[in-house]
C-alpha cells in the first residue's frame, strides 16, 4: 500500500512538473508563456543561401521569463551574424536586439489569444540591422485541435529607416502546424509573409522536426524556403529550447 501511495504521489508531481514552452523554430509563437518565475532560453544556429553567393550565417537566441501565467517578457536577437553579399564582401558582428512585453488571455482550455508589444534596438552595425530603432505589435490566436497546434501571428511595425519610396508599416504574417509523430518526436509546418508599400512582398515556407530528450529540453532542425519567383532563398537551422528549474 505503501509503494502503492508513493506511485500515485509520484505521478502527481510529475504531471504538475513545469514543462519548456518552445517558440522556434517557427515565426509564429504561441500564446502561451513559459512556465511562471522560470527562466527559459532558446538558441540555434542557421545558414541561408540567397540569390548568386550571398550567404548568412546567423546564431539566433531568445530569453522567456513570465512572471505569472499571463503576463511576461522577451528578448531576443542574434549573437552573431556572418553576411556575405553576391560581390563576396562580409560583414560579421553582433544583430539586433527585440524587447518585448507580452500578455494572454485564455477564453477556453483550448483556444488562447495573445499580445506581444516591444521595441527592435539597433544594437548591430550597419550593414547588419536597421540602424534606427524599430516599434512593434503582434496579434496572437492559438488553437488546440487535438491531434494538432494551430498557431496564427499577425504582426505590424513601425520602421524606423526606410529606402526611398518605401512606407514605414511592415505588415507581417505566420500560421503554424504542428503536432506529435511518436515518442518525443514532433513535427511544425508553417507559411508566413511580409508585405511593405514600394517593397517586394515574400512568402516562405517552413517544415521541422522536434526531439523532446527531457521534460525541460527539446532540440530542433528544419528547412524554410522562399515561395517568390524573385528569390531563390533557402535556410537550413536546428536549434533547442531549454527551462531552468530551481534546485
Known amino acids: 500500500m505503501l509503494a ?10 510529475l504531471a504538475d512538473a513545469p514543462e519548456v514552452t518552445p517558440y522556434r523554430p517557427t515565426v509564429s509563437n504561441p500564446a502561451a508563456l513559459s512556465a511562471p518565475g522560470l527562466l527559459e532560453v532558446e538558441g540555434g544556429v542557421a545558414r541561408t543561401r540567397s540569390d548568386g553567393n550571398a550567404r548568412l550565417f546567423s546564431t539566433p537566441y531568445l530569453f522567456k521569463y513570465a512572471f505569472a501565467e499571463n503576463v511576461g517578457v522577451l528578448l531576443g536577437g542574434d549573437a552573431y551574424l556572418n553576411q556575405r553579399d553576391a560581390d563576396g564582401n562580409r560583414l560579421t558582428g553582433v544583430g539586433d536586439t527585440v524587447a518585448e512585453i507580452k500578455l494572454r488571455h485564455a477564453f477556453t482550455e483550448s483556444i488562447a489569444v495573445g499580445i506581444e508589444s516591444g521595441v527592435r534596438v539597433p544594437t548591430a552595425k550597419t550593414g ?3 540602424g534606427k530603432s524599430d516599434y512593434l505589435v503582434n496579434g496572437i490566436f492559438s488553437a488546440d485541435l487535438g491531434a494538432m497546434n494551430f498557431d496564427l501571428n499577425l504582426a505590424y511595425t513601425r520602421l524606423g529607416a526606410v529606402d526611398a519610396g518605401e512606407g514605414r508599416g ?13 515518442g518525443p518526436w514532433g513535427w511544425a509546418a508553417e507559411l508566413s509573409g511580409t508585405a511593405q508599400r514600394g517593397a517586394s512582398s515574400s512568402t516562405r515556407a517552413l517544415v521541422a522536426l ?4 527531457a521534460r525541460t529540453l527539446v532540440f530542433d532542425f528544419g528547412m524554410a524556403h522562399d515561395l517568390d519567383r524573385h528569390t531563390d532563398e533557402m535556410t537550413l537551422f536546428a536549434g533547442f529550447a531549454v527551462l531552468f528549474e530551481r534546485h
Open 4 to 13: 502503492a501511495g508513493l506511485a500515485i504521489w509520484s505521478d502527481s508531481v
Open 128 to 130: 547588419l540591422g536597421t
Open 170 to 182: 511592415e505588415f507581417d504574417w505566420a500560421g503554424a502546424l504542428s503536432g506529435n509523430i511518436t
Open 210 to 213: 522536434s526531439y523532446q530528450a
